[in-house]
């Protein structure tokens, strides 16, 4: 399982632009060493869809699909993303 954590955090760190690495990095790095198989698999799944379309999610500009709705992307819709030192 912590492999797994790993891999999905590598891959949240590098999403395609800037703005989503730092925002699903960063919500990784401090929710997925908590989360259960169901949740790593909610992530894995949000992981696959393109940067522009969360994006779009993220910031309220289009509304998030059935198929894809879950307590993950509320969770990560509720992060705010706080720049870390260093």
């Given at each position: 399982?912590?492999?797994?954590?790993?891999?999905?955090?590598?891959?949240?760190?590098?999403?395609?632009?800037r703005?989503?690495?730092?925002?699903?990095?960063?919500?990784?790095?401090?929710?997925?060493?908590?989360?259960?198989?169901?949740?790593l698999?909610?992530?894995?799944?949000?992981?696959?869809?393109?940067?522009?379309?969360?994006?779009?999610?993220?910031?309220?500009?289009?509304?998030?699909?059935?198929?894809?709705?879950?307590p993950?992307?509320?969770?990560?819709i509720?992060?705010?993303?706080?720049?870390?030192?260093?």
């Amino acid at each position: 399982m912590e492999t797994r954590r790993r891999k999905l955090t590598f891959r949240a760190w590098r999403r395609g632009f800037r703005e989503m690495d730092l925002y699903m990095g960063s919500f990784a790095d401090q929710f997925l060493p908590e989360f259960n198989e169901a949740e790593l698999d909610e992530f894995a799944r949000l992981l696959d869809v393109p940067d522009w379309e969360v994006y779009a999610w993220l910031i309220g500009q289009k509304d998030v699909p059935d198929n894809h709705k879950g307590p993950v992307l509320d969770q990560l819709i509720a992060f705010r993303y706080a720049p870390q030192a260093g």
